[in-house]
């Protein structure tokens, strides 16, 4: 009995639970009311309102994978982020953003530098939501916020990082080098830890620069999206509680327990906008339309797998495949 396989299974039905525990406590019916109480003219504008946030996604992939000598447009970068929203219907947390490996592959680049490339991708499209998560957190649990409590994070970074450079010089030849040999040989998982820093600096200083700022500003309009909606919804919150809000919760729904962030999206949002007097009834409303109109890249995503089926996007077992890679030169070009 394969268990590993029937944990992954499970996994995909904690967020359904805890879905499924909200819906009991909330009228329905008023529920189903407002979600319909759209006008169509406002619910198209904001389904048109998703393309310049999958073309802002794409673009900075694309300034990545460019860095690392893949490639690939923007508009294939798009086409990929389409094809992991289809398979992020069958697959929990983000996972099916893996599906864009052997869409790449099949493009003639290499999966080493792919995954690389997905990886620095994520991590620069979460620097402002995981920023906005952590200070919205600190202020609910009511940590005090002053110039010197910020000195002292700043220093003890600092430290930290005079202190690995110090091992670094020091003993990391004498303990490490052994151990690092081989973890990078094992395959992409011991390199990609050991060689972050590189890939970074081999990227540049502009092209992160340039994907940061394309990162902010996918992010502001995110958020801009979600506060239309809330508006039409008749949720009455303010724009930057709004953007500290979704930056919690985007961190909560990272985590692989359910599919399209169902229940941890909902706790997330019920939990941030309860505090400032929201009905229950319209953030769940606000929460499950929000999450029906950024699913429709999926339906482009069906359309692009019907022309060209170049993997099964339903299989777990492809995409973990696709993540272990034989030992590959990561600087070869």
């Not at 990391?172 to 151990?179: D, G, V």
């Given at each position: 009995?394969?268990y590993s396989?029937?944990?992954?299974?499970?996994a995909?039905?904690?967020?359904?639970v805890i879905?499924?525990?909200?819906l009991?406590?909330?009228?329905?019916?008023?529920?189903m009311?407002t979600?319909?109480s759209?006008?169509?003219f406002?619910?198209?504008?904001?389904?048109?309102s998703v393309?310049p946030?999958?073309?802002l996604?794409?673009a900075?992939?694309?300034?990545?994978?460019?860095?690392?000598?893949?490639?690939?447009?923007?508009?294939?970068?798009?086409?990929?982020?389409?094809?992991?929203?289809?398979?992020?219907?069958?697959?929990?947390?983000?996972?099916?953003?893996?599906?864009?490996?052997?869409y790449?592959?099949?493009r003639?680049?290499p999966?080493?530098?792919?995954?690389?490339?997905?990886l620095l991708?994520?991590?620069?499209g979460?620097?402002?939501?995981f920023t906005?998560?952590?200070?919205?957190?600190?202020?609910?649990?009511?940590?005090?916020?002053?110039?010197?409590?910020?000195?002292?994070c700043?220093?003890?970074?600092?430290?930290?990082?005079a202190?690995?450079r110090?091992?670094?010089?020091?003993l990391?030849?004498?303990?490490?080098?052994?151990?690092l040999k081989r973890?990078m040989?094992?395959?992409?998982?011991?390199?990609?830890?050991?060689?972050?820093?590189?890939?970074m600096?081999?990227?540049?200083g502009?092209?992160?620069?340039?994907?940061?700022?394309?990162a902010?500003?996918w992010?502001?309009?995110?958020?801009?999206?979600?506060?239309?909606?809330?508006q039409?919804?008749?949720?009455?919150?303010?724009w930057?509680?709004?953007?500290f809000?979704m930056?919690?919760t985007?961190?909560l729904?990272?985590i692989p327990?359910?599919?399209?962030?169902?229940g941890?999206?909902e706790?997330?949002?019920?939990f941030?906008?309860?505090?400032?007097a929201?009905?229950?009834v319209?953030?769940?409303?606000?929460?499950?339309?929000?999450?029906?109109?950024?699913m429709?890249?999926?339906?482009a995503?069906?359309?692009?797998?019907?022309?060209?089926?170049?993997v099964?996007i339903?299989?777990?077992d492809?995409?973990?495949n696709?993540?272990?890679?034989?030992s590959?030169?990561l600087?070869?070009?």
């Open positions: 009995m394969n396989r029937m944990m992954k299974i499970a995909r039905f904690i967020g359904i879905f499924i525990c909200i009991t406590g909330i009228d329905l019916r008023r529920m009311t979600v319909f759209i006008p169509p406002y619910a198209l504008l904001l389904v048109l393309l946030i999958m073309l996604r794409g900075r992939w694309k300034v990545v994978a460019e860095g690392l000598d893949l490639n690939l447009d923007t508009k294939e970068a798009t086409e990929a982020l389409c094809l992991a929203q289809l398979a992020n219907l069958v697959i929990p947390g983000s996972f099916g953003d893996l599906i864009r490996i052997p790449m592959k099949t003639g680049n999966a080493d530098r792919t995954i690389i490339s997905i991708d994520a991590i620069i979460s620097v402002f939501p906005l998560g952590v200070l919205a957190l600190a202020v609910i649990l009511e940590i005090t916020l002053t110039v010197e409590a910020l000195l002292i700043g220093l003890w970074v600092a430290g930290g990082y202190f690995y110090i091992i670094k010089a020091t990391w030849s004498r303990f490490m080098q052994a151990r973890l040989e094992e395959g992409i998982r011991g390199r990609s830890f050991f060689t972050l820093s590189s890939m600096r081999s990227i540049g502009k092209r992160i620069a340039l994907s940061l700022f394309l902010l500003l992010f502001i309009v995110y958020v801009t999206q979600a506060y239309v909606l809330a039409i919804l008749g949720v009455e919150v303010h930057v509680y709004l953007a809000t930056g919690v985007m961190i729904i990272a327990v359910t599919i399209q962030g169902l941890l999206r706790g997330a949002l019920l941030m906008l309860t505090r400032i929201i009905d229950p319209l953030v769940v409303s606000f929460s499950l339309t929000l999450m029906v109109f950024n429709t890249p999926a339906i995503g069906l359309i692009l797998w019907f022309r060209n089926p170049f099964d339903t299989d777990q492809v995409l973990d696709d993540a272990v890679l034989p590959e030169n600087f070869e070009t």
